[in-house]
C-alpha cells in the first residue's frame, strides 16, 4: 500500500460495514440482485413501450381517417343515390310508404352509428344488423318486381354501406356475413318475382358483386392502411429512440473521457510537484489539494455506476473517503432523488467533497429529496485550515476545462449556501425544478 495518506484505497472496514440503500417501495427489483431496476422509477428515462404508443397513436390517427370516409360514403350514397330514386319513382312502387319509411328508418339507424363511431362509442351490432336485415326485405317487398333492379329499390346499392357501419373495428367475416345475407334476400325476392330468366340471373350476379366487393375492399383497405401505418410508426420511432441513444451514449463518453483528462491532469500536477520537490508532502495545503484531487477522481469513477440513486452514490463515494481519514460520517437520507443530468449531481456534490475533506473530527451529511426539489447538507466542526476555501486554493476550483462545470441553461437552479460561526461550518446545496 502506498504511504500517500490521500491515495485512494480499498475500502477499510468501517466503509465495508455500510451497507446500500434498500430499494424505495413501490420500486421493481431485479430478479438476481434484488436491487432496483435502473430508471423504473424515472418516466424521463428510455422508455422500451415508446415506440408502442407512437404506432399506437398513428393507428388510431389513420383508423379514424377511415371512419370518416366510410360515414361519409354511407351518407353520400343513401342522400344523393338513393332519395332521388325514391321519389322519382314514389308513383310506380309497389308499396310506396313502406320504401320511404324504410329509407327514413335506415337513415336513423345510420345517424346513430355514425355518431357512436365518430365518438368511439359501442355499438349494438346484433340489433341493428336485424334492423337492417328486416328493412331489407321489406323494401324489396315493398319495391315490386317493377323496380327489381332499379335505383328505387335504394337497398340494393346503399344497405352494404351501412353494414359496413355497424361491423367497422371488427373481423372482415361478420361484414361478408351480412353482406351474404343482403344476396341472398335479393336471391329470394328474384325467386318470388319469378325472374329467373338468363339476363336477370346474369343481373343478379353483377349487383351481387357490385355491391359486396365495393364494401368489403373499403374495410378490409382501411384495416391493412391502419396496420401498415401503425408499423411505420413504430419502425420510425425505434430508429429514431435508437439514435438518439446511441448518440447520447456517444456524448456520454466523450464528455466522460474529456472529464477524466481535467481530473486526472489535476491530480497529475500534484503529483509533479511531490516528485519534483517543489511541494512538502507534510503541507497540509498540499495535503488538502491531494485529498480533492482524489475525491473528484473517486466521485468521477462512481458517476458511471449504474445504481438506482446515482447522487446518492456519489456522496457516498466522497463520505467514504473522508471516513478513512478519521471522520465519524453520519448520514441521513430522506426520499428518493429524481433522474438528475451529471452536470446537475456534480454541482450538487462538488462544495461537499470540498468541505468533506477539511472536515475533522466529524460531519453530518443530509440529503432531502422530492420530485421536484433535492436539498444535500453538510455541518462539520468550524477549525481552521491550512489554505483558503473552497475555490480560492490552487486546484481546488472545478478545473476550467470541464464540460460539466461550465455554465449551462439550468445553472439557476443550484444554489449553494456556505456558512461557519466559529463552531460548525454548515454547507448546502439546493436544486429546484422550474
Given at each position: 500500500?502506498?504511504?500517500?495518506?490521500?491515495?485512494?484505497?480499498?475500502?477499510?472496514?468501517?466503509?465495508?460495514?455500510?451497507?446500500?440503500?434498500?430499494?424505495?417501495v413501490?420500486?421493481?427489483?431485479?430478479?438476481?440482485t434484488?436491487?432496483?431496476?435502473?430508471?423504473?422509477?424515472?418516466?424521463?428515462?428510455?422508455?422500451?413501450?415508446?415506440p408502442?404508443?407512437a404506432?399506437?397513436?398513428?393507428?388510431?390517427?389513420?383508423?379514424?381517417?377511415?371512419?370518416?370516409?366510410?360515414?361519409?360514403?354511407?351518407?353520400?350514397?343513401?342522400?344523393?343515390i338513393?332519395?332521388?330514386?325514391?321519389?322519382?319513382?314514389?308513383?310506380?312502387?309497389?308499396?310506396?310508404?313502406?320504401?320511404?319509411?324504410?329509407?327514413?328508418?335506415?337513415?336513423?339507424?345510420?345517424?346513430?352509428?355514425?355518431?357512436?363511431?365518430?365518438?368511439g362509442?359501442?355499438?349494438?351490432?346484433?340489433?341493428?344488423?336485424?334492423?337492417?336485415?328486416?328493412?331489407?326485405?321489406?323494401?324489396?317487398?315493398?319495391?315490386?318486381?317493377?323496380?327489381?333492379?332499379?335505383?328505387?329499390?335504394?337497398?340494393?346499392?346503399?344497405?352494404?354501406?351501412?353494414?359496413?357501419?355497424?361491423?367497422?373495428?371488427?373481423?372482415?367475416t361478420?361484414?361478408a356475413?351480412?353482406?351474404?345475407?343482403?344476396?341472398?334476400?335479393a336471391?329470394?325476392?328474384?325467386l318470388?318475382?319469378?325472374?329467373?330468366?338468363?339476363?336477370?340471373?346474369?343481373?343478379?350476379?353483377?349487383?351481387?358483386?357490385?355491391?359486396?366487393?365495393?364494401?368489403?375492399?373499403?374495410?378490409?383497405?382501411?384495416?391493412?392502411?391502419?396496420?401498415?401505418?401503425r408499423?411505420?410508426?413504430?419502425?420510425?420511432?425505434?430508429a429514431?429512440?435508437?439514435a438518439?441513444?446511441?448518440e447520447a451514449?456517444?456524448?456520454?463518453l466523450?464528455?466522460?473521457?474529456?472529464?477524466?483528462?481535467?481530473?486526472?491532469?489535476?491530480?497529475?500536477?500534484?503529483?509533479?510537484?511531490?516528485?519534483?520537490?517543489?511541494?512538502?508532502?507534510?503541507?497540509?495545503?498540499?495535503?488538502?489539494?491531494?485529498?480533492?484531487?482524489?475525491?473528484?477522481?473517486?466521485?468521477?469513477?462512481?458517476?458511471?455506476?449504474?445504481?438506482?440513486?446515482?447522487?446518492l452514490?456519489?456522496?457516498?463515494?466522497?463520505?467514504?473517503l473522508?471516513?478513512?481519514?478519521?471522520?465519524?460520517?453520519?448520514?441521513a437520507?430522506?426520499?428518493?432523488?429524481?433522474?438528475?443530468?451529471?452536470?446537475?449531481?456534480?454541482?450538487?456534490?462538488?462544495?461537499?467533497?470540498?468541505?468533506?475533506?477539511?472536515?475533522?473530527?466529524?460531519?453530518?451529511?443530509?440529503?432531502?429529496?422530492?420530485?421536484?426539489?433535492?436539498?444535500?447538507?453538510?455541518?462539520?466542526?468550524?477549525?481552521?485550515?491550512?489554505?483558503?476555501?473552497f475555490?480560492?486554493?490552487?486546484?481546488?476550483?472545478?478545473?476550467a476545462?470541464?464540460?460539466?462545470?461550465?455554465?449551462?441553461?439550468?445553472?439557476?437552479?443550484?444554489?449553494?449556501?456556505?456558512?461557519?460561526?466559529?463552531?460548525?461550518?454548515?454547507?448546502?446545496t439546493?436544486w429546484?425544478?422550474?
Amino acid at each position: 500500500m502506498s504511504a500517500d495518506p490521500y491515495a485512494i484505497a480499498a475500502p477499510t472496514d468501517a466503509g465495508a460495514r455500510r451497507r446500500p440503500p434498500r430499494p424505495p417501495v413501490g420500486r421493481p427489483a431485479e430478479p438476481r440482485t434484488g436491487l432496483p431496476v435502473p430508471g423504473a422509477d424515472h418516466p424521463d428515462r428510455s422508455d422500451p413501450a415508446g415506440p408502442g404508443r407512437a404506432g399506437a397513436g398513428v393507428g388510431r390517427a389513420s383508423e379514424r381517417g377511415g371512419r370518416v370516409v366510410a360515414v361519409a360514403i354511407a351518407a353520400a350514397w343513401h342522400v344523393a343515390i338513393g332519395l332521388p330514386a325514391v321519389l322519382s319513382g314514389w308513383s310506380t312502387l309497389t308499396a310506396p310508404l313502406v320504401v320511404g319509411v324504410g329509407w327514413l328508418v335506415t337513415a336513423g339507424a345510420g345517424a346513430f352509428a355514425a355518431g357512436r363511431l365518430l365518438t368511439g362509442g359501442t355499438l349494438p351490432v346484433r340489433r341493428l344488423a336485424v334492423l337492417l336485415l328486416a328493412l331489407d326485405v321489406a323494401v324489396f317487398a315493398a319495391a315490386g318486381s317493377t323496380h327489381l333492379f332499379t335505383t328505387a329499390n335504394w337497398v340494393w346499392s346503399t344497405l352494404g354501406w351501412f353494414f359496413v357501419l355497424i361491423c367497422w373495428g371488427r373481423p372482415v367475416t361478420g361484414l361478408a356475413v351480412l353482406l351474404g345475407a343482403h344476396s341472398a334476400v335479393a336471391l329470394g325476392a328474384l325467386l318470388a318475382y319469378g325472374a329467373t330468366e338468363p339476363a336477370d340471373l346474369a343481373r343478379y350476379a353483377m349487383y351481387a358483386y357490385g355491391t359486396a366487393s365495393l364494401p368489403l375492399a373499403i374495410s378490409f383497405g382501411s384495416a391493412t392502411i391502419t396496420s401498415l401505418a401503425r408499423e411505420r410508426a413504430e419502425a420510425a420511432a425505434a430508429a429514431l429512440a435508437a439514435a438518439a441513444e446511441r448518440e447520447a451514449a456517444e456524448q456520454a463518453l466523450r464528455e466522460r473521457r474529456d472529464r477524466l483528462r481535467s481530473v486526472g491532469g489535476t491530480a497529475g500536477d500534484v503529483l509533479a510537484d511531490l516528485a519534483a520537490g517543489r511541494a512538502d508532502p507534510g503541507d497540509p495545503g498540499v495535503q488538502r489539494r491531494a485529498a480533492l484531487a482524489a475525491a473528484r477522481l473517486r466521485r468521477l469513477i462512481a458517476e458511471s455506476d449504474d445504481v438506482p440513486d446515482p447522487l446518492l452514490h456519489e456522496i457516498r463515494a466522497a463520505a467514504d473517503l473522508a471516513e478513512r481519514h478519521g471522520v465519524r460520517i453520519d448520514l441521513a437520507t430522506v426520499g428518493v432523488p429524481p433522474a438528475l443530468p451529471v452536470r446537475i449531481r456534480r454541482r450538487l456534490a462538488e462544495p461537499l467533497t470540498a468541505a468533506l475533506v477539511d472536515a475533522r473530527g466529524w460531519a453530518r451529511l443530509t440529503v432531502v429529496a422530492g420530485p421536484d426539489e433535492v436539498v444535500v447538507g453538510l455541518v462539520t466542526p468550524d477549525e481552521e485550515t491550512t489554505g483558503a476555501d473552497f475555490g480560492t486554493l490552487d486546484g481546488a476550483g472545478p478545473p476550467a476545462s470541464d464540460p460539466y462545470d461550465a455554465a449551462g441553461p439550468d445553472d439557476d437552479q443550484v444554489e449553494h449556501l456556505d456558512e461557519r460561526d466559529g463552531t460548525i461550518r454548515w454547507t448546502q446545496t439546493r436544486w429546484r425544478r422550474r
